[in-house]
């Protein structure tokens, strides 16, 4: 796991306002990590981080 990986799963986990941001805007925030591809993946289709996903896709419903 790589250094950018566990700063933002600490921001992710413990900063609403970045928790917000990305809600907002997936794609741009997480184009402004260097996550390697795995990460990514995972992010975006690991079952470990649905609860994000779905949060998104609240987000969008609004």
Known sequence: MSK???DFIE???????F???V????DGELSK???DP???D?????????WLRDLWKGSSDR
């Open 23 to 26: 809600l907002n805007n997936p």
């Open 42 to 50: 995972a992010i975006k289709g690991a079952p470990a981080w649905q």
């Open 38 to 40: 795995a990460e990514l």
């Open 4 to 6: 950018a990986y566990e």
């Open 19 to 21: 928790r917000e941001q």
């Open 33 to 35: 990590w260097d996550f």
């Open 11 to 17: 921001r992710i986990a413990n900063h609403e306002p």
